[in-house]
């Protein structure tokens, strides 16, 4: 499903979140933005480490594999971020 920006407001807003996220487009910041609002809408200000994994083009698949398959540790999400 594509989502406008208005429906990201949306489950920001409403706290209701999708499973996975993909942000892309030519106005990096706009890219950023939201990606950084639902990331704090989700986690908060200050994302524990055990529940926040972030990753580069510089990281292994097979690590953002076991990062996504971990339980969430004292939080309703675990997050993985890849960029």
Not at 18 to 27: K, L, P, Q, T
Not at 31 to 45: D, F
Not at 54 to 79: G, L
């Amino acid at each position: 499903m594509v989502l406008k920006e208005r429906d990201i407001k949306k489950h920001i807003k409403d706290k209701k979140f999708g499973n996975i996220y993909c942000f892309y487009g030519s106005e990096k910041f706009l890219v950023k933005t939201y990606t950084q609002r639902l990331i704090t809408a989700i986690m908060g200000e200050n994302p524990p480490e055990f529940n926040y994994h972030n990753f580069d083009n510089n990281c292994n698949v097979d690590d953002i594999a076991v990062s996504s398959d971990i339980i969430p540790f004292m939080s309703e999400y675990n997050c993985v971020k890849v960029t």
